[in-house]
């Protein structure tokens, strides 16, 4: 495995593991999903060096937590653990964005209790609250971080201004954002902030939520609860026409002898040394494929010939619905 550094000297593998698809059941399906399963992936991705791993209080909500915490018993060493706050429950369900400061404090609280860690490594905001300065959400966490519960600030789907605003009030160490062959909108402006404040770069759904690995032909793939029915881009509307995209990247992957996953996460490492992907997995088989894109080299030609077939603005559809394009970019 090869490392790379995000912010403030934090090094982790050049792909970690995004775990929330691992949970069967919950708030969000992608696909049916095995507590087992999932458990030998991370130990798995540990045995090939990954020392990266995402999830959220959010994903389950809770039990996506508390799935990584049992996984991590006992080998906890070496490990950077990603988890994010930003919302409010009422029980299970999610009542609205909430970053106030009592509230980033419950949900730090009880992340460590779920993940059976003392310390979380990388604390991200979930969502930008337009409700609370974002100079308050640093402070509270930087308290954290003196505290010693948490070890690095990192921000999810902030916009630029906000970004640097938080930056200025305490060092970020990541930002995490949608970024991928069929999702370049952070290339203007947000990755650029990025590099010059020296702060590491996330991608979550580099793969565009299983779009961009080539397996599904068709929408009758999905379950009938699977969260990626409601997503613009699955739709019927729109789903033959994004197959050209991921034709397109089989093309250089034959040509490369790899996967398409692969081609795909490779061109996002290329885009820069501080960008991590965070490929979304619950099983060995496809765990194992996308890790292996760190070790991919696409010459200069294919990176280029990829960019230019797949430009800015080429996927059909937002990569939301209304509700969740309103929660990005703030």
């Not at 792909?15 to 698809?21: K, Q």
């Not at 860690?117 to 974002?134: A, W």
């Not at 894109?293 to 990569?319: F, K, M, N, T, W």
Request: negative net charge; proline residues 4%.
């Amino acid at each position: 495995m090869k490392y790379r550094t995000l912010g403030q000297g934090l090094e982790v593998s050049a792909i970690g593991i995004g775990c929330m698809p691992m949970v069967a059941g919950g708030n969000i399906v992608y696909g049916e999903a095995n507590a087992d399963d999932a458990i030998e992936t991370i130990h798995r991705a540990i045995d090939l060096g990954v020392t990266f791993f995402d999830t959220a209080e959010i994903y389950g909500p809770f039990q996506n937590e508390e799935l990584v915490g049992r996984a991590i018993r006992g080998k906890r060493d070496n490990l950077v653990i990603a988890t994010k706050f930003g919302f409010r429950f009422e029980g299970d369900q999610i009542t609205g964005a909430d970053s106030s400061p009592a509230n980033i404090r419950r949900a730090c609280e009880a992340s460590l209790k779920r993940l059976g860690i003392d310390t979380i490594d990388l604390f991200y905001q979930h969502r930008v609250d337009p409700s609370v300065p974002i100079e308050d959400v640093v402070g509270t966490m930087a308290d954290l971080k003196a505290e010693g519960k948490i070890r690095h600030l990192a921000l999810s789907e902030a916009g630029e201004q906000t970004l640097r605003r938080a930056h200025a009030t305490h060092p970020i160490t990541a930002l995490q954002s949608e970024y991928s062959l069929w999702e370049r909108g952070v290339e203007d402006g947000i990755l650029p902030a990025c590099e010059e404040l020296g702060i590491g770069f996330v991608p979550y759904s580099p793969l565009g939520r299983g779009f961009l690995t080539g397996n599904f032909r068709s929408r009758d793939a999905l379950g009938e609860n699977d969260w990626r029915r409601q997503d613009p881009r699955w739709s019927e509307e729109n789903f033959d026409a994004n197959l050209a995209i991921v034709d397109t990247i089989r093309t250089i992957a034959d040509r490369n002898g790899a996967s398409v996953a692969q081609v795909a996460l490779a061109w996002l490492i290329a885009q820069g040394d501080h960008i991590v992907p965070i490929p979304g997995v619950k099983r060995i088989a496809t765990m194992s494929d996308s890790v292996a894109a760190a070790d991919l080299e696409l010459s200069d030609a294919d990176l280029a010939e990829l960019s230019a077939a797949v430009p800015p603005g080429a996927a059909q559809g937002d990569r939301y619905g209304e509700r969740g394009m309103r929660m990005v970019r703030l």
